[in-house]
């Protein structure tokens, strides 16, 4: 199969948020900690009604309905997730319910879980199925979905909840060029979920940032080394018509980039203009660890990458920014809303992806993006995908109700024998919802 890659997306998040402005003062944080200094506008998360599996079971059927794709032609399904509500069975096998129906149970795959980093060995798996021997000819479905919450603390505010579709063929319009990649791989506790009583994790904050910077780097390290080994020249940021990172929180995505600019400038990339070489020259001497601790670098680099920032960046930030961390699928949302803010402008366009699993697993990797053919086309995902729509849609809690939510959840993480409201109200037409646990734990699901 030839130029293999996403031939259509869909994305799902709950019409229920709360504003970080709010919150903020709610949590009686100083104005502007969580809008500006995070960088978040506004938090999705999931009522009693919803998980990860509703979500997936939305975004799947959706998917599949609006691109007209039948069933029967999935061949392979995998889910990446790292919001557990089965320590065996997977949300693969709940997904299922829709391809049984149609008589398709030769679907391979199963569920990948490292931190946020799942739904890129996902679709990984897929890409390489439909580029190997044992492809059968049929699509690849990859489904990032995630509930992020945190304990109440400063952790708080960067959670999130979504799930993502997405179809993987051949004659893609967005197509992997699978030889430029490059992993960082390695053993840390910045942010893990020892507790399984607990949906919460325990993070290092912190740790969780210089371990996210430092996989940056040594991704991008291997990244440039491939790139000029296969083609012969330097490759920097200018080879980038987009950016894209996976996005704990805005702030985080800023200092990525400004990071990229800096290593650029450490190998004297043509990327770095005379004026960020001057500004940048008085860190050239820092060591490694000493330039992830510099306030001063990291002040002086966003500066300087600003209108790098302005172009490359800003567009892939408008879901990550409006939903929150919505751990697998957060790289992929910043990758939908390039699509749906520049459609019209991507042909030709090459796009690089970093994405950044906890504990720690991470890899950057390249796109080339083309217009395509309906329905499998650029302009057709943006459509489908209607994030304007969806973002206008919502409903607004006040962070009173929110915190009671994140009450009751906490009280039903685990739990069996149970009804929920059933309440749909807020609820999209098509969405899936939770309506019961059994006495056996079992989980039961109807669609709005
Ligand atoms: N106005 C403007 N900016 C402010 C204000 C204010 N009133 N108050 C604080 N800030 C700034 C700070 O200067 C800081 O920005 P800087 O880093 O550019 O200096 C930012 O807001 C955050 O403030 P901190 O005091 O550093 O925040 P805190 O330590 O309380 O929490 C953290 C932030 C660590 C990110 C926390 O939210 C967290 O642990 N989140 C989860 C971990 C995470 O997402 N890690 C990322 C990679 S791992 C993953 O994807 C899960």
Known sequence: AKNVGVLAMEIYFPPTCVQQEALEAHDGASKGKYTIGLGQDCMAFCTEVEDVISMSLTAVTSLLE?????????????????????????????????????????????????????????????????????????????????????????????????????????????????????????????????????????????????????????????????????????????????????????????????????????????????????????????????????????????????????????????????????YTASLYAAFASLIHNKHSELAGKRVILFSYGSGLTSTMFSLRLHEGQHPFSLSNIATVMNVAGKLKWRHEFPPEKFVQTMKLMEHRYGAKDFVTSKDCGLLSPGTYYLTEVDSMYRRFYSKK
């Open 66 to 326: 609006k691109y007209t794709i039948d069933p029967k032609q999935i061949g392979r399904l995998e889910v990446g997730s790292e919001t557990v509500i089965d320590k065996s069975k997977s949300i693969k096998t709940f997904l299922m319910q829709i391809f049984e129906k149609c008589g398709n149970t030769d679907i391979e795959g199963v569920d990948s879980t490292n931190a946020c980093y799942g739904g890129t060995a996902a679709l990984f798996n897929c890409v390489n199925w439909v580029e190997s021997s044992s492809w059968d000819g049929r699509y690849g479905l990859v489904v990032c979905t995630d509930s992020a919450v945190y304990a109440e603390g400063p952790a708080r505010p960067t959670g999130g909840a979504a799930a993502i579709a997405m179809l993987v063929g051949p004659d893609a319009p967005i197509v992997f060029e699978s030889k430029f990649r490059g992993s960082h791989m390695s053993h840390a506790y910045d942010f893990y979920k020892p507790n399984l009583a607990s949906e919460y994790p325990v993070v290092d904050g912190k740790l969780s940032q210089t371990c996210y910077l430092m996989a940056l780097d040594t991704c991008y390290k291997y990244f440039c080394y491939k790139y000029e080994k296969l083609e012969g020249k330097q490759f920097s940021i200018s080879d980038a018509d987009y950016i894209v990172f996976h996005s704990p929180y805005n702030k985080l995505v800023q200092k990525s980039f400004a990071r990229l600019l800096f290593n650029d400038f450490m190998r004297n990339a043509s990327s770095v203009d005379d004026i960020a070489k001057e500004k940048l020259s008085p860190f050239s001497n820092l060591t490694g660890d000493e330039s992830y601790q510099s306030r001063d670098l990291e002040k002086v680099s966003q500066q300087v990458s600003k209108s790098l920032y302005d172009a490359k960046v800003q567009p892939t930030t408008l879901i990550p920014k409006q939903v929150g961390n919505m």
